[in-house]
């Protein structure tokens, strides 16, 4: 009888295969479930990519509406109206046939005194792609304001040596550049006369933009020159706001949302020695005083250097308290129909408007530091005068103002002083040390505040770019058409 002899080489063969198949599976499965991860990572970064795209399409074609809708485009950017006469759905259709997404547009108007000041746009883009995966944009239409800028002339101007700024700076018709900026210095012109008032002897024609600053690269001539007729504000239609919904100062009498603030008074206006005095509060109130005497003061106009001298007004002797009056949040606008002295610490965004419906052409008076309550974006001043904004003479040896301050038709500046009896005993406040500038200036005229032994010796200037894309209400805008700005994803 024989017997068969086994082994276990064949369970343990099994075994092995067993064991190595398993691993193959492990390996292939965890191979294939990556794939498939990355397959739909992919096209959840495809959805998501195409949903962005759809919500950017949804933002132009929301701004196209704006511009060009027939019934809604004339009026919905002044006063809101027919806003809701717009398609708020915008569908992308594919080129190759079907749809690609849609997106959800919200519009949000941002009114004062009743006008539309702004639009802020959002855009909920949703691809067919992957309706898990939306996107959305949010963007700012409006007009270009003139607080993108440090300085804006329409004149020539000269900027010394010991003045530092940040922010762009431009001149419409040309530009000496001595000091330090590190932003552009542009001008609308090629080429500009200079004689003596910019420092050349004999008088030579140099570039648009010339000048001993280091920064050359920075300079750009000529460009398309910003057109002051057109940025020049309806004072008309502001001063019926201010009547209706905002702050009237009246030669007579004070009124806050067409409420009478105090009693009413001797008329204030149409003179250079009289006016109002405005001191901000930081509790977001004003008060409101009523200039009745000021000191003549001999000096020369700071853009008029070559026609001599002439008697200004800016110191006050006597005042009378008005008002302490609150700014309506919903009309945030001053208006003022008399020379208007300005001082305090700002408190929310406030537009003062100084200009009278007559042939007077009143002025603003910086009388002391401006300051803001906040620097978080929420506090700003924007001052409008139909003439000239002028420092006073007896201000602050180191001065600090925040704010837009714009001279429609005159001059930013501060006159020249000078000693020998002609300032009323107030010969030390001729030479001032420093002054520092947050924000921008907008000037019509050639001016100045530092003429070598009068004014500031060193200016330091800085643009508020917090304002620059919300500024105060009816800030001027220095192009006619509205745009799309602070672009961003939510």
């Known amino acids: ?88 759905t915008y569908t992308v259709n594919d080129p190759e046939g079907g749809t690609l997404g849609s997106a959800a547009i919200t ?5 004062q005194c009743g006008a539309v000041q702004w639009m802020d746009l959002s855009s909920k883009g949703t691809s067919n792609a992957g309706v898990g995966y939306a996107r959305t944009l949010a963007a700012r239409y409006m007009k270009r304001s003139v607080a993108e800028y440090a300085f804006l002339y329409n004149s020539t101007v000269w900027f010394g040596s010991n003045n530092t700024g940040s922010g762009p700076y431009h001149a419409n018709n040309g530009m000496r550049m001595d000091g330090t900026t590190n932003s552009t210095v542009t001008a609308g012109v090629s080429s500009v006369l200079c004689d003596s008032s910019l420092g050349c002897s004999p008088s030579s024609t140099q570039n648009g933009v010339f000048g001993d600053s280091l920064n050359k690269l920075l300079w750009q001539y000529p460009i398309s020159t910003i057109d002051f007729s057109g940025m020049a504000l309806n004072f008309s239609t502001l001063r019926g706001y201010a009547i209706a919904s905002g702050v009237m100062l009246n030669p007579t ?48 106009e700071s853009y008029n250097l070559q026609n001599g001298y002439y008697y200004s007004y800016p110191q006050i002797v006597s005042e009378s308290f008005v008002a302490n009056v609150s700014v309506p949040s919903t009309c945030s606008l001053i208006y003022s129909q008399a020379k208007t002295w300005i001082e305090g610490t700002v408190s ?143």
């Open 107 to 111: 519009p949000t108007p941002a009114y």
């Open 253 to 300: 009498s004070v009124t806050s949302a067409g409420v009478t603030q105090g009693s009413t008074f001797a008329s204030v206006g149409g003179v250079d020695t009289k006016g109002f005095h405005l001191i901000f509060k930081s509790n977001g109130t004003v008060d409101v005083y009523r200039v009745t005497a000021t000191n003549p003061t001999n000096s020369i």
């Open 1 to 88: 009888m024989k017997y068969t002899r086994t082994t276990s080489q064949s369970g343990i063969t099994t075994l092995l295969v067993i064991g190595f198949m398993g691993v193959f599976m492990l390996i292939v499965g965890t191979i294939t479930s990556y794939a498939m991860e990355q397959g739909k990572y992919g096209r959840a970064l495809y959805a998501r990519e195409q949903a962005l795209s759809i919500a950017e399409a949804g933002l132009e074609n929301f701004r196209w509406l704006l511009a060009h809708n027939t019934s809604a485009g004339g009026t919905v950017m002044t006063s809101g109206t027919g806003l809701g006469s717009l398609p708020t």
């Open 348 to 490: 929310g965004k406030i537009t003062l408007i100084v200009a009278d419906p007559g042939s007077y052409n009143p002025d603003i008076i910086l009388n002391n530091n401006i300051s803001y309550a906040t620097t978080d974006g929420t506090t700003g001043l924007t001052a409008v005068a139909e003439d000239s904004i002028s420092i006073g003479l007896i201000v602050p040896n180191v001065m600090s103002i925040k704010g837009i301050f714009v001279a429609q038709s005159g001059t930013y500046g501060r006159d020249y002083y000078f000693s020998g009896g002609y300032t009323n005993g107030n010969d030390s406040y001729i030479t001032r040390s420093t002054l520092t500038v947050t924000g921008t200036i907008v000037s019509n005229q050639r001016g100045g505040v530092w003429w070598g032994d009068s004014g500031f010796a060193t200016r330091y200037n800085y643009y508020d770019r917090v304002l620059a894309f919300a500024p105060p209400p009816f800030t001027p805008a220095v192009t006619t058409d509205y745009s799309l700005q602070l672009w961003r994803e939510q």
